[in-house]
């Protein structure tokens, strides 16, 4: 067992409970939340995987004001794509629009971002706009 592991008891439709390790495959907003679990009724033991979306976690759209003269992250590389999308016409800022885990990642990489719009969202969605950036691997 790992520091890493994530162990629960679950009800299953308040009839059976159960306990096991809780993994979460995929990256960037993986949708399915994946229950191992040894389940022991009587002598017998067996191993039950379980899937939901309950307590998954979604991917973040969002779009922000940031330095006009640098609207790049302060660090890099960076884990979502971004784009610059424009700036205000007195020229006191730029639109940037981000994928992010949460609205931490954005602090984290604009710490100047201001006037913060957040739209949950289920995976990346990319355009004529809004184009894969060459240096995006996901």
């Not at 931490?104 to 100047?112: D, K, L, S």
């Not at 957040?118 to 894969?132: I, L, M, N, S």
Request: aromatic share 14%.
């Amino acid at each position: 067992m790992s520091e890493n592991d994530t162990w629960a008891v679950v009800e299953l439709m308040g009839h059976v409970t159960i306990a096991g390790r809780i993994t979460k495959p995929g990256e960037y907003g993986g949708l399915w939340q994946a229950y191992q679990c040894m389940v022991i009724s009587g002598p017998i033991i067996s191993r039950l995987s379980i899937f939901t979306t309950e307590g998954s976690h979604k991917m973040l759209r969002v779009r922000f004001q940031a330095n006009i003269d640098d609207p790049r992250p302060i660090n890099w590389p960076i884990k979502h794509p971004y784009w610059v999308t424009g700036e205000a016409g007195d020229g006191s800022y730029a639109t940037v629009v981000s994928y992010a885990d949460d609205e931490q990642y954005i602090h984290t990489n604009w710490p100047e971002a201001k006037n913060i719009d957040v739209q949950e969202v289920d995976r990346y969605t990319f355009t004529g706009r809004f184009p894969k950036p060459d240096w995006f691997k996901g």
